[in-house]
């Protein structure tokens, strides 16, 4: 269908064998890029440049105080996308166990998020079928959103740190 | 025009090949996540680039030029505001669209090096998420970064050059904003824009993987045709022992294959 509107391009419909090896090669039902995906990436953007002009009014982007470098007693608060990390570290108290929690566990985590193509070596992509991956991501979420309700929540109960 | 254009550049064949490529139609929402991504860091692009019109990265001025920013400068607030916001929905939108892939099972061959590109540019935005946070030279983002070199400095064995590489000195300073500008501004950037380039090369070279559901009438099929084929050698097997019957007694294996026919 779509390659008709490539123009040219059009080859005669002949019935594909399929296989084990080629039944991934392309989906059932495809579409041009333009204008199906362009159009619906199109709502995307403009919704989030809606979102941040409405919110740069809404909230402002935030300005504190004048840096003073030689305060002593300021409880500084990370982004928010470093809570979960923040928190994590909480688990990890003291001089010894500090720089486990705050580098050797993430490097750890990063390493093994890089080698994730060649841990989880299945061919299916169903989530349904790699229940091993799928648990060990749900895990990984619940832990990520845990620690940052357990930030939040800190921030709320001890304002002033 | 468009001949000319076509005949010395070819530009025209390449754009009609990158615009009716085709991808997978069902999960097309899932798929915006992959673009909103792109969009926001071209946002943070612009915006950044507009930023820098007033921001002084000095001690004395960094806060200053930022609250002039947002207070005098035409659309100063919106600019700003459009950087800090895309930034925020960037973090989100990265998340979700790792989330997609993960669980899609959309890394897997041939598509690992869209994995490990994706993962570089995660770790490249985390760190510009970090040393932009200095930059406005307030209690906020100085006292959070001061933690987070901190933290750094907590590396074993390479601790200390961490922190010294990100200080520059012995405590945070003149030194550490030029160096934590530098790093956000020119660094960063430059090291996202390639792989940026590599991750949509490699999409376009896999194609987009869909999730499962998009494949469900192609794997009926081919269901349908491995039945059929074992059907087939069943029925060959079959008749294979037919022959072999009067020749060997075979008894036991018949018994199986029966069973498992029927």
């Not at chain 1, 079928?129 to 749900?138: D, E, H, L, T």
């Amino acid at each position: 269908m779509v390659q008709n509107v490539a123009g040219g391009k059009a080859k005669p419909v002949e019935e594909e064998v399929i296989t084990e090896d080629n039944v991934f090669d392309k989906p059932d039902e495809t579409m041009g890029f333009f204008p199906g995906q362009v159009l619906k990436d199109g709502w995307v953007a403009l919704f989030l440049l809606i979102a941040c002009v409405v919110m740069s009014y809404a909230i402002p982007a935030p300005l504190s105080e004048p840096a003073n470098t030689a305060a002593v007693d300021y409880v500084p608060r990370p982004e928010w996308f470093f809570f979960f990390y923040e928190q994590m570290l909480m688990f990890f108290p003291g001089y010894t166990l500090i720089a486990f929690g705050a580098v050797v566990v993430p490097t750890v985590f990063i390493v093994l998020m890089f080698a994730v193509p060649w841990l989880d070596r299945e061919p299916v992509y169903s989530p349904l079928k790699r229940p091993f991956a799928v648990i060990v991501g749900v895990l990984i979420l619940i832990v990520v959103v845990l620690n940052m309700l357990l930030a939040v929540s800190r921030i709320i109960n001890f304002p002033e740190g | 025009m468009v001949d000319w254009m076509e005949d010395r550049t070819g530009i025209v064949t390449q754009l009609e090949h990158f615009l009716y490529e085709p991808v997978p139609k069902r999960g097309a929402w899932l798929y915006t996540l992959g673009s909103a991504t792109l969009f926001l860091i071209v946002l943070q692009f612009l915006t950044g680039i507009l930023l820098l019109f007033y921001y002084v990265p000095t001690t004395d001025h960094a806060w200053n030029s930022v609250y002039y920013i947002m207070n005098e400068a035409y659309f100063g607030q919106l600019i700003r505001g459009i950087h800090y916001w895309s930034a925020n929905f960037l973090l989100a939108v990265i998340g979700l669209h790792m989330a997609r892939t993960f669980f899609s099972g959309s890394y897997k061959a041939p598509r690992e090096w869209n994995w490990i590109t994706g993962v570089i540019l995660l770790l490249l935005v985390i760190g510009l998420a970090f040393t932009g946070y200095l930059l406005r030279w307030d209690q906020d983002g100085f006292w959070a970064s001061v933690v987070g070199i901190k933290i750094g400095s907590y590396s074993p064995f390479i601790g200390g050059y961490v922190a010294n590489f990100l200080l520059g000195g012995d405590v945070a300073g003149p030194a550490t904003l030029a160096r934590f500008f530098a790093i956000h501004v020119w660094l960063l950037p430059a090291a996202l824009a390639p792989f940026i380039g590599i991750h949509l090369y490699l999409l376009r070279r896999h194609g987009e993987f869909g999730n499962q559901f998009e494949y469900t009438d192609r794997l009926a099929k081919l269901h349908e045709q491995q039945r059929l084929e074992e059907y087939a050698r069943y029925e060959l097997d079959g008749e294979e022992d037919g022959a072999e019957e009067d020749g060997r007694n075979g008894e036991d294996r018949e018994n199986g294959r029966y069973s498992d026919r029927e």
